[in-house]
């Protein structure tokens, strides 16, 4: 595996992850969004993500163990949101019942933890990468 190669494996990390990052946050701040009764609630998203080769070089091609990653798709949760009675709110159905979305704070804390820290082990990648190479050339000259 080339340089090149690490770097571009981890540039694809860094693009899921932020992407992924987005998405959780996104959860996060409609965690309590409440719409009029008779409308869905807002239902949580997650990313699922795939393996990509890097998109480098002819070279790189042949490299068929080495893979990237990228996100094929971001699906909705259909779990059942809560509900909670409140009959005084203006959103609240006839039974004087609000729903609420379907995102739990905690794993939603938790999601975007996790994808900060995979965020920042890709840019170490990328940074020791970069150092590999600078060291090569310093050798070179």
Do not use: C, W
Not at 22 to 47: C, W, Y
Not at 118 to 136: F, G, I, P
């Amino acid at each position: 595996m080339t340089l090149m190669t690490a770097i571009a494996v981890s540039a694809s990390g860094l693009t899921a992850q932020r992407r992924r990052l987005e998405v959780h946050a996104s959860n996060l701040v409609n965690a309590s969004t409440i719409q009029p009764a008779g409308m869905e609630p807002f239902r949580r998203k997650d990313v699922m993500f795939s393996a990509a080769p890097p998109q480098t070089s002819f070279g790189a091609e042949f490299e068929t163990a080495v893979q990237g990653v990228e996100i094929s798709k971001v699906v909705t949760d259909n779990s059942e949101g809560r509900k909670q009675y409140e009959p005084g709110n203006p959103n609240a159905d006839k039974d004087g019942y609000v729903m609420y979305p379907n995102v739990n704070t905690t794993d939603e804390m938790m999601n975007i933890l996790s994808a900060t820290r995979s965020y920042e082990a890709n840019l170490q990648a990328v940074t020791a990468a970069k150092e590999m190479a600078q060291k090569t050339l310093e050798i070179l000259k």
